[in-house]
């Protein structure tokens, strides 16, 4: 059996994403258990990983600290073993050098780049940036298998991550201009918006994830 670890740092989309990863690991042929845990010992020994997030990047990365041995313990298992992981949200976010949302945050630094509020230009597009938004997907990646190009997924956010690497980038989508929705670096995903709220796409996606081997 394969177990997915969903870190538990008081997120508030945690029991929405929780929900989601069930449903989908009951469609799996393989036994998938998902254990929503702030535990270092089943972080570390996780097959997958799985980091959720909504609000502020400073607030979220302050958060994660606040685990004892949580970020060391995710680390031993995706940058070190190699296990898959997703960031959702602001758990892609957290990916990122540094967050400059109320001031410059350090982040995990795993996807090299920084997180910016959105630029938009046109008075009649809102911040927060919340809705429906098709994908323009870039490349043969699996997280998006059985996705067409130009699928809708559901977002809602005020800050995007923009990649030192254009390469990263596994998906684009666009609130006044294009922004990374997705982004992929080797055994390391995350996506802008929130698969347990994006209906059959979004469980497609995390089904994807949990047969992934990057």
């Not at 008081?10 to 989601?20: E, Q, R």
């Amino acid at each position: 059996m394969q177990t997915v670890a969903l870190i538990d740092y008081g997120s508030g989309n945690l029991p929405s994403a929780d929900k989601a990863l069930r449903k989908a690991a009951a469609s799996l042929s393989t036994p998938t258990a998902v254990v929503v845990t702030d535990d270092p010992e089943v972080i570390a020994r996780a097959d997958r990983v799985v980091l959720p997030g909504v609000g502020a990047f400073a607030a979220c990365m302050t958060a994660l600290q606040a685990r004892p041995g949580v970020i060391e313990a995710m680390g031993e298992a995706v940058t070190k073993r190699g296990a898959p992981f997703l960031g959702i949200c602001v758990g892609m976010q957290l990916l990122a050098t540094r967050g400059l949302e109320f001031g410059e945050t350090a982040g995990l630094a795993w996807v090299g780049g920084d997180v910016k509020r959105m630029e938009i230009p046109e008075p009649t597009l809102k911040i927060p940036h919340m809705g429906w938004n098709g994908l323009d997907t870039v490349g043969n990646t699996p997280l998006f298998a059985g996705l067409n190009s130009g699928v809708h997924m559901y977002f809602t956010h005020s800050y995007v991550l923009v990649p030192e690497r254009e390469t990263d980038v596994a998906a684009w989508t666009e609130h006044g201009g294009a922004f990374a929705a997705a982004v992929v670096r080797g055994n390391i995903a995350g996506v802008q918006f929130h698969p347990e709220k994006s209906q059959g796409a979004g469980a497609k996606l995390l089904g994807n994830f949990l047969n992934w081997r990057p």
